[in-house]
């Protein structure tokens, strides 16, 4: 034989409590959208930093190979990076 069910459930399920709050989002909370050229801009910096350390390699820069310019090339794409958390 099956044994009983036991619930610790009080109210029945899919009912909320009398005093629970309601939860609205209002519009003027969220954040404006981004510019449409925001996202072309993330991309830019992208590639350019990429395009930088990878010329540091091809010694195709000057002075290169220096690790000053993998510096560079990681600056930009850690600006890219930063500015594609903002981009909404």
Not at 26 to 39: D, L, M, R, V, Y
């Amino acid at each position: 034989m099956a044994r009983p069910r036991k619930t610790s459930r009080i109210t029945p399920k899919g009912t909320q409590p009398l005093n629970a709050p309601t939860q609205q989002q209002s519009t003027s909370s969220q954040a404006p959208q981004s510019a449409a050229w925001f996202g072309w801009l993330i991309a830019a910096l992208l590639g350019i930093g990429t395009a930088v350390i990878v010329s540091n390699y091809m010694s195709w820069l000057p002075g290169s190979p220096a690790s000053v310019w993998i510096a560079v090339g990681l600056g930009i794409v850690l600006i890219g990076i930063l500015l594609a958390t903002r981009w909404r």
